[in-house]
């Protein structure tokens, strides 16, 4: 390998040291005493804080936002392994044409699909209810969750469900016994990413809300037009510990190291 030149060591320092440079302002902005965002902070301050945790609307959308998201990453995993495993195991010559389908939203930024997501949400009569959301960010992850389980999926050897089966286990005792634990790592990083995707999702989700429901990105959204106090670092900031929590629970579980080297091979 070639070495690194001093110049490329110093710029690749900067670029690291400029990757956490907005979550550290933002966390510094959070601490401030007076009622705009400023940093470094004139004053200290945990008002803020105090504040994001009493006013109910932030309660309200932040609880909405983790239900819609677990409901979400659950249903968009459980249709994802459907997919890949009936694709893998039955349909091979079809896997081109269905990953093209599901990695079609993809293509299309979010804006035409919150416009097309309302058209088909108000033809079914659900606009402003969380089934609209939901669906909607079943669509958005659908790619996010595909990619990891087909990849885990690969990775299984079929000489052992073949085994299994001349042992006299039936498909659905080999899925369990055998495919699921194996493809532990894909399952929980779909979980993982599909539910931080649907937890910060706002473009296709402002189309979709009602007066009875909201998430929190889009009370962030609409907060900061009227009024952009540092409550709003305070809750960015809880956004990217909930964010860093949900990653080392990943690690912990099934150890991201663990996905890599499946992916890879």
Same mark, same amino acid.
Request: charged fraction near 10%.
């Given at each position: 390998?070639?070495?690194?030149?001093?110049?490329?060591?110093?710029?690749?320092?900067?670029?690291?040291?400029?990757?956490?440079?907005?979550?550290?302002?933002?966390?510094?902005?959070?601490?401030?005493?007076?009622?705009?965002?400023?940093?470094?902070?004139?004053?200290?301050?945990?008002?803020?804080?105090?504040?994001?945790?009493?006013?109910p609307r932030w309660g309200r959308a932040v609880l909405t936002s983790l239900w819609i998201a677990a409901i979400v990453a659950t249903l968009i995993t459980a249709i994802s392994f459907l997919a890949a495993y009936f694709t893998l195991r039955y349909a091979p010559r079809i896997s081109g044409w269905l990953e093209l389908a599901i990695f079609s939203p993809l293509?299309?930024?979010?804006?035409?699909?919150?416009?097309?997501?309302? &058209?088909?949400?108000?033809?079914?009569?659900?606009?402003? +209810?969380?089934? @609209? =959301?939901? *669906?909607?960010?079943?669509?958005?992850? /659908?790619?996010?969750?595909?990619?990891?389980?087909?990849?885990?999926?690969?990775?299984?050897?079929?000489?052992?469900?073949?085994?299994?089966?001349?042992?006299?286990?039936?498909?659905?005792?080999?899925?369990?016994?055998?495919?699921?634990?194996?493809?532990?790592?894909?399952?929980?990083?779909?979980?993982?990413?599909?539910?931080?995707?649907?937890?910060?999702?706002?473009?296709?989700?402002?189309?979709?809300?009602?007066?009875?429901?909201?998430?929190?990105?889009?009370?962030?959204?609409?907060?900061?037009?009227?009024?952009?106090?540092?409550?709003? &670092?305070?809750?960015?900031?809880?956004?990217?510990?909930? +964010?860093?929590? @949900? =990653?080392? *629970?990943?690690?912990?579980?099934?150890? /991201?190291?663990?996905?890599?080297?499946?992916?890879?091979?």
């Amino acid at each position: 390998m070639r070495k690194l030149t001093p110049l490329t060591k110093t710029l690749g320092i900067v670029l690291l040291l400029m990757l956490p440079a907005p979550i550290v302002i933002v966390f510094g902005a959070s601490f401030n005493g007076s009622g705009y965002i400023q940093f470094p902070p004139d004053s200290w301050s945990i008002r803020w804080y105090i504040e994001a945790f009493t006013d109910p609307r932030w309660g309200r959308a932040v609880l909405t936002s983790l239900w819609i998201a677990a409901i979400v990453a659950t249903l968009i995993t459980a249709i994802s392994f459907l997919a890949a495993y009936f694709t893998l195991r039955y349909a091979p010559r079809i896997s081109g044409w269905l990953e093209l389908a599901i990695f079609s939203p993809l293509f299309f930024p979010h804006a035409s699909m919150g416009v097309a997501a309302v &058209a088909l949400m108000a033809a079914m009569g659900i606009v402003g +209810t969380p089934w @609209a =959301i939901i *669906l909607a960010h079943l669509m958005v992850t /659908l790619p996010f969750s595909y990619r990891p389980i087909h990849v885990a999926l690969r990775s299984v050897d079929p000489d052992l469900i073949r085994a299994a089966e001349v042992l006299g286990a039936s498909e659905l005792r080999a899925l369990w016994d055998i495919i699921l634990p194996i493809c532990r790592s894909g399952i929980l990083t779909s979980l993982l990413f599909t539910g931080i995707i649907s937890f910060d999702e706002v473009t296709v989700t402002m189309f979709l809300i009602g007066p009875d429901i909201t998430t929190l990105p889009v009370q962030i959204f609409t907060f900061i037009q009227d009024d952009a106090s540092p409550v709003l &670092a305070a809750i960015s900031t809880l956004s990217v510990i909930i +964010t860093f929590l @949900a =990653i080392l *629970l990943l690690e912990r579980v099934a150890g /991201l190291s663990f996905f890599v080297q499946r992916q890879s091979g």
